[in-house]
Every structure is written in structure tokens, then in C-alpha cells.
């Protein structure tokens, strides 16, 4: 399997503009810019992408893993955090809180460990990833 999202930039760095689309169109032609990555302009930018893309791969990762326990949730709510600083991103921090009927404290943290350390996007990205994990 593999998806595609493509962007187009259009002049310099800080004064240019640029969109961002996917395959399946959910974004389409979405707005980026220096203003909407660096400041609090409109439009998207590709931290806030991760955390997205983070958050819903972790939280998928994690329900799999429930799963398997034979237990079921019934939500998890899933916070990704993208520190970007000095052209890098040194750490992303996940905040997370779930409910799962018949889950015990301590097993529900080693689940949620697996589930930060193994998740396909937390492979894939070289930072330092935190996490704040609570069953409620």
C-alpha cells in the first residue's frame, strides 16, 4: 500500500505561498505560508500535519492493541504536540485518555507504551516523543 499528498510552493520562503493536497482529497489545494507556519496565519503547515497524522496513527496503534487484550474501547482521545524550534523539531508530546471497560491502570499503561514506542509515525520520526497517558 502506499498514499501520496503532494504540495506546490510559490515564491520565497517567507514571502511566497503554497498548497497542500492529498490523495484522497481531503485536503485540497489547503493553504500554507510562512505566516500560517511560523505565526498565527490562516491555512495549514506541516507540523500541525504530523501532529494530525501522530495522533490518529497512535490512537489506531493503541485500539489494535486493546484488541488483542479482547477488550474494546469505548473512546480514545489522542493529543499530539509538535514542538517546532530552530529548524527542528526536538520533541512531540502525546496526551492521551481513554476509556476501556475492564482495563486495569497498569496494563492499560504498558498498552499505551507499546503504542508510543511502536505506532508507525513514532518509528518513523527521529525526536524525542513524551506521553501523558490516562484511562478514565
Same mark, same amino acid.
Request: charged share 20%; net charge neutral; glycine share 10%.
Given at each position: 500500500m502506499k498514499r501520496s499528498a503532494s504540495a506546490n510552493w510559490q515564491g520565497t520562503g517567507? %514571502? !511566497?505561498? !503554497?498548497t497542500v493536497s492529498t490523495e484522497t482529497g481531503v485536503l485540497k489545494? #489547503?493553504?500554507y505560508s510562512f505566516s500560517? *507556519?511560523? %505565526?498565527? !496565519? =490562516?491555512? #495549514?503547515?506541516p507540523e500541525e500535519l504530523i501532529a494530525a497524522g501522530h495522533a490518529g496513527c497512535f490512537s489506531m496503534k493503541l485500539s489494535f492493541l486493546i484488541s488483542g487484550e479482547g477488550l474494546t474501547p469505548t473512546s480514545i482521545d489522542t493529543k499530539?504536540?509538535? #514542538?517546532f524550534e530552530a529548524g527542528a523539531i526536538p520533541n512531540i508530546h502525546l496526551e492521551v485518555k481513554a476509556s476501556v471497560p475492564g482495563l486495569d491502570a497498569a496494563k492499560f499503561a504498558a498498552l499505551a %507504551? @507499546? =503504542? *508510543? =514506542?511502536n505506532c508507525p509515525i513514532s518509528k518513523l520520526l527521529n525526536t524525542n516523543i #513524551?506521553? @501523558? =497517558?490516562?484511562?478514565?
Amino acid at each position: 500500500m502506499k498514499r501520496s499528498a503532494s504540495a506546490n510552493w510559490q515564491g520565497t520562503g517567507k %514571502e !511566497g505561498k !503554497g498548497t497542500v493536497s492529498t490523495e484522497t482529497g481531503v485536503l485540497k489545494n #489547503t493553504p500554507y505560508s510562512f505566516s500560517s *507556519r511560523f %505565526e498565527s !496565519g =490562516a491555512g #495549514t503547515n506541516p507540523e500541525e500535519l504530523i501532529a494530525a497524522g501522530h495522533a490518529g496513527c497512535f490512537s489506531m496503534k493503541l485500539s489494535f492493541l486493546i484488541s488483542g487484550e479482547g477488550l474494546t474501547p469505548t473512546s480514545i482521545d489522542t493529543k499530539s504536540i509538535v #514542538t517546532f524550534e530552530a529548524g527542528a523539531i526536538p520533541n512531540i508530546h502525546l496526551e492521551v485518555k481513554a476509556s476501556v471497560p475492564g482495563l486495569d491502570a497498569a496494563k492499560f499503561a504498558a498498552l499505551a %507504551e @507499546d =503504542a *508510543r =514506542a511502536n505506532c508507525p509515525i513514532s518509528k518513523l520520526l527521529n525526536t524525542n516523543i #513524551t506521553m @501523558d =497517558a490516562q484511562l478514565v
